[in-house]
């Protein structure tokens, strides 16, 4: 059993992308609104005369990196040279508490000199020695400038990017250096991006570049009520679509509901955005088609170790757990695997005993108790009554920390609606309670 139980507990991992033509995927589209990451961002890549430059948002754990992996292998199909990499988490390049836009533009260097080594480095190289001395002067490369290559000067840039991420005492020493020479580190790398195109494998015509988990850059507000978003996505979005390649972005959910919403769509188009799988509707009632997603994404996970595997049976001491744990979670796919990964922890044997499943369930419950801030409870409970949100700093704030959540359907006209709702884990909260109570006329 203790095997069993390991299998399945690596099974619910709810920080592993899932691969392209993984089993365990599950096809969510009718669910989410009809959300298709190939149809939504793969088709201008494909038939634009010119580069793109796209965003991607939602909420962090939605199953973004996983669909944007899926759109890497359809594109790859399609005849694209996909450079694909996850900018911010555990193996990242960036430290999501602490961005700058030259962070981004050095780990896309880096990426595309690891992936595109048949490429003339030249350009990057001459640019790399023209701050030779100043990075030698800051520990910076203990590199020979004249032994230089592509796979140095790939290694040359990851140590640089690891030393922004980790070190915070190179940090701002290293902007500094690069931060007036942006670009012409922009010119460099396209000279080396031209290069590369002409020499991409047979059969490849569009090189796209995707620079994921982006979406997980933590606000931070100026004096000035400007953030460091406006900052990267705004201010420096004519070096972010720069680069002479197709390039998809993640975005900050809490920027594509901010004020400037708009600019961000003059300047790259509609942002694209995953939502929730709907578990409820908005009248409040149980969305059968949102459960049994829910259930296939736990029945195909768990049955390569179970292969007979019945969830309400031998997984969950009932149906009814099965379907709190479901509800609990808001149709959060990372939720709901945290959450049974939590009651795993405290198992022995299966079926994971319903106390374990209300413990977990309630531990994470109070962590979300946690992070609402006391003015925010009225705006939580407004946005349950009413399933909207305002544009304003706490309603971004909450949507940004997965307190509010969004969904989307289509209605018997074919029109989309969204609409919104807090998670449920906060509604039985006495904080939210006493502030529904209060909105009572």
């Not at 004249?146 to 030393?163: D, G, P, R």
């Not at 299966?350 to 309630?362: D, Q, S, V, Y």
Request: hydrophobic share 40%; charged share 25%.
């Amino acid at each position: 059993m203790s095997d069993v139980l390991t299998g399945i507990y690596n099974a619910v991992d709810p920080f592993r992308p899932l691969e392209p033509g993984d089993p365990a995927y599950v096809n969510c589209e009718a669910e989410r609104g009809d959300a298709n990451v190939l149809l939504d961002l793969g088709p201008e890549i494909l038939r634009s005369n010119r580069y793109t430059c796209q965003l991607y948002s939602g909420h962090r754990g939605a199953g973004k990196s996983t669909e944007l992996l899926r759109l890497k292998a359809d594109l790859e199909a399609k005849g694209c040279f996909v450079v694909y990499f996850a900018a911010v988490g555990d193996d990242g390049d960036i430290d999501a508490q602490d961005v700058q836009y030259t962070d981004i533009l050095l780990a896309c260097t880096r990426h595309l000199l690891e992936e595109l080594q048949n490429a003339d480095p030249a350009p990057l190289i001459s640019w790399f020695k023209e701050r030779g001395k100043a990075l030698y002067d800051i520990g910076q490369t203990q590199v020979v400038m004249e032994s230089l290559n592509v796979k140095t000067l790939a290694a040359q840039f990851a140590e640089i990017t690891a030393s922004i991420r980790a070190i915070p005492s190179q940090r701002s020493k290293i902007r500094d250096l690069v931060n007036p020479h942006t670009m012409t580190l922009v010119k460099a790398l396209n000279e080396f991006i031209a290069d590369a195109k002409a020499k991409l494998p047979q059969g490849k015509t569009h090189l796209v570049v995707i620079a994921d988990n982006l979406d997980r850059i933590v606000p931070i507000t100026d004096d000035h009520g400007r953030s460091n978003h406006d900052e990267i996505f705004l201010d420096r979005s004519d070096q972010l679509k720069g680069l002479d390649c197709h390039l998809i972005y993640t975005v900050p959910i809490s920027m594509v509901y901010s004020s400037r919403a708009n600019d961000l769509k003059d300047i790259y188009g509609v942002p694209n955005l995953l939502p929730m799988i709907m578990v409820q509707t908005p009248a409040g009632e149980r969305y059968p088609q949102g459960f049994a997603r829910l259930q296939e994404i736990l029945l195909r996970r768990i049955q390569p170790i179970l292969p007979e595997v019945v969830l309400d049976r031998d997984i969950f001491e009932g149906a009814a757990v099965l379907e709190q744990v479901c509800l609990a979670s808001g149709g959060h796919v990372r939720e709901l695997l945290l959450l049974i990964k939590e009651a795993l922890n405290r198992t022995t044997a299966l079926p994971i005993p319903t106390r374990a499943m209300r413990r977990a369930i309630a531990e994470t419950q109070d962590t979300y108790r946690r992070t609402v801030e006391k003015g925010q409870w009225a705006v939580l409970a407004r946005v349950a009554q009413d399933r909207r949100i305002d544009n304003d700093e706490d309603h971004r704030d909450l949507l940004f920390r997965r307190c509010l959540l969004e969904y989307r359907y289509f209605d018997d006209t074919d029109k989309l609606q969204c609409w919104y709702d807090i998670h449920p884990l906060i509604k039985s909260l006495p904080e939210f309670q006493t502030a529904t109570a209060e909105l009572q006329p």
